[in-house]
């Protein structure tokens, strides 16, 4: 399942409220990328099932668990008043430095407010 119809489809058959999604936006880029869908039309679309979000960047080909740095395509989205006070993991590569952690964390408390 990779089309937000069929998802949707998906999750409407259970029609439990307590069910929902867990979008991982680095393995969104890289579907969206691979798949040649808009990534913001299908968050749009499952907007009222998506329960919480796994941040990270990466360059839309691989999934690299890169820092956040502030330019990213789905932060203007994630402010939206749905998605505002869904929780969002930091999912980020081992391999970064305390700077560039807190500098990601305060970008993901930002989508908060």
């Not at 979008?23 to 919480?52: Q, W, Y």
């Amino acid at each position: 399942m990779v089309e937000a119809g069929q998802i949707l489809e998906f999750l409407n058959s259970f029609n439990n409220p307590h069910l929902g999604l867990l979008v991982d936006i680095g393995h969104l880029n890289v579907s969206a990328t691979s798949l040649n869908f808009d990534k913001i039309e299908f968050l749009e679309k499952l907007s009222n099932h998506i329960k919480a979000f796994h941040l990270s960047k990466n360059n839309g080909r691989t999934d690299q668990n890169l820092p956040l740095d502030g330019d990213e395509w789905f932060l203007e989205i994630l402010k939206n008043e749905k998605f505002k006070k869904l929780p969002k993991v930091l999912e980020i590569n081992k391999e970064v430095s305390t700077d560039e952690l807190l500098k990601s964390v305060s970008i993901a408390e930002s989508l908060s407010v």
